[in-house]
């Protein structure tokens, strides 16, 4: 069992910044996929930024050149760097880590609520 523990979310007026992160109890050196997914209230959860298992990082169109995504192999941790946030970019936020046949894991979600 891999325990994720997500931390930095809160509340922030439209523009301002937030980042997130992620510790892992398990190496996130080997990976396949590692990365955020969100979830607003009504929706479905969808991916806002992920490296894949090739190495690439792909993000989901409305976040692209506001959120950064990084990883810090040596600490086990994934972070989400949000700028420029949105009244849209309202939800949950989780971290997810893929590990091949060891299996995928969830983070608690950690709530991050853009005002206006």
């Known amino acids: 069992q891999v325990a994720l523990v997500e931390s930095g979310g809160g509340l922030v007026q439209a523009g301002g910044s937030l980042r997130l992160s992620c510790a892992a109890s398990?190496?996130?050196?080997?990976?396949?996929?590692m990365g955020w997914y969100r979830q607003a209230p009504g929706k479905q959860r969808e991916l806002v930024a992920v490296?894949?298992?090739?190495?690439?990082?792909n993000y989901e169109d409305s976040v692209k050149g506001r959120f950064t995504v990084s990883r810090d192999n040596a600490k086990n941790t994934v972070s989400l760097q949000m700028n420029s946030l949105k009244v849209d970019d309202t939800a949950v936020y989780y971290c997810?880590?893929?590990?091949?046949?060891?299996?995928?894991?969830w983070g608690q979600g950690t709530q991050v609520t853009v005002s206006s």
């Open positions: 398990r190496s996130i050196s080997s990976a396949n996929v």
């Open positions: 997810y880590v893929d590990y091949g046949p060891i299996g995928s894991y």
């Open positions: 490296f894949t298992w090739s190495g690439s990082i």
